[in-house]
Each structure stands twice: as C-alpha cells, then as structure tokens.
C-alpha cells in the first residue's frame, strides 16, 4: 500500500511569485486536504477536496486554491507569496463514506520565502 | 480562538514509566479525537483516535482517555521507550459535514531518557 506522497520536499522562492506543491494521495482513499504548519505551531487547515471540489476552507485568504484530479491527486497553488507563508505543507488523504478514521499524512513540503 | 490547547510545551520521563500528555477542547461540537506523533523532517503519524460514545481507546502501550463533562483528553503510553521521543499532536473534529477539518494544538515535546 502506497502512502501520501508530496512533492518537492523543499522549496525556495521570492515574494510575490507564485507556487505550486502535489500530492499523491494513499492507494483508496478519495479526499485530500492540506495543511500549514508553521514553526512551533501545529497544523492549519487550509481546505479539502472531495470528487473535485472544494468542500471545506479554513482562514485562507482566496490566493490559497487547490485541485483535486480524476486519480484523486491532488495540488495546493499559492499566488503572490509573502514572508509568512514560509511554513511546512502538508496533505492529508483519507477514504470519504466510512465513518470517522485518521487521516494519513505525507512529509509535507517545506516552502521558504525570500 | 484556540479551540484546541495542549498547556505543556515538553515533557520528559525515564526509560519504562508511564508518559501522559494532556489536551482540553472548547468546542462541544467535536465528536472524533485523534492523536499522531511527529519526528523531524516527517509528517505526523497516526497514533490512536477515540469516538465521543466512548470514553477509553487502547491500542498496545498507548490509551487514549477522553472526559466529555471536562472536555479533557490524555494520552497514556506505557511504557516509555526512547524512540517515543517526538513531538505529539491532538486533534479534533466534528462529524457529519464538518468531518475532515482537524483542529490541532501546539504540540507537547516528549523526551524518554534511557
């Protein structure tokens, strides 16, 4: 059984570029939600995706969007990068329709801006 | 609004005695509690998860004990083994709809000394 995979594992940019971070979600599982972790802080959610949509957001501004592809992989796209969006993003994938289980992240991709 | 709080930043305990993390809540409507372990440059791991019908969850040397009235969860690990040393998460959510939104606290750092 494969796990949630991201990609890349690190990242640098500038502010005011734009950004794009994947994940592949685990074998099965058919919702995708993402997360920032900043320093010493645990994960925020940012939002989910289910059958393609958006079906969640937490306290993101809207230069914060994702998608959701046909094989349940996923992308998180941040436009006009600034200083505080340096954090780890994480992905979360889990099987929608069978109750409440955990969710299983991958390493998370570690954005640094400039 | 910190609807999650884990009040102790670290935590160290010897080599084969018990480790208890703690975790209080604000928000009545969470119904699934989780709690996942994180070691550096990883993602968090799933650890053990318990429903709001009940009130104790054991899975091998970890327990998770949930009281509703105070809105007050604990992680027991017994025993402690040095590659229990990470940073632990809670989490809560709320069902229905609203499942998939984790709410997290700060993270407790747990070190298990030989």
């Known amino acids: 059984e494969t796990g949630v995979t991201q990609s890349p594992t690190h990242l640098i940019k500038t502010r005011g570029q734009q950004v794009t971070l994947r994940c592949s979600s685990q074998?099965?599982?058919?919702?995708v939600s993402w997360y920032q972790q900043a320093l010493g802080q645990g994960p925020q959610f940012i939002f989910q995706y289910y059958r393609e949509e958006e079906n969640g957001r937490g306290n993101f501004p809207p230069r914060f969007s994702g998608l959701q592809f046909p094989n349940y992989s996923s992308e998180l796209n941040v436009n006009a990068l600034e200083l505080d969006d340096s954090a780890l993003y994480l992905c979360?994938?889990?099987?929608?329709?069978?109750?409440?289980?955990?969710?299983?992240f991958g390493d998370g991709t570690r954005l640094s801006i400039l | 609004d910190q609807q999650v709080k884990q009040n102790s930043p670290s935590l160290s305990v010897q080599e084969g005695r018990i480790s208890i993390l703690n975790c209080d809540y604000t928000n009545s409507m969470f119904d699934y509690f989780l709690w996942y372990k994180k070691y550096p440059a990883e993602g968090p791991t799933f650890l053990i998860s318990?429903?709001?019908?009940?009130d104790k969850n054991e899975d091998g040397r970890f327990t998770v004990f949930l009281n509703k009235s105070a809105k007050h969860l604990s992680l027991h690990i017994v025993p402690s083994q040095p590659g229990d040393s990470a940073v632990y998460f809670c989490?809560?959510?709320?069902?229905?709809?609203?499942?998939?939104?984790?709410?997290f606290g700060q993270g407790t750092i747990l070190t298990v000394h030989p």
């Open positions: 989490a809560a959510t709320a069902g229905g709809t609203s499942y998939g939104k984790l709410t």
């Open positions: 318990i429903s709001s019908i009940k």
């Open positions: 979360a994938s889990w099987a929608t329709g069978y109750g409440n289980q955990p969710q299983h």
């Open positions: 074998s099965g599982h058919n919702t």
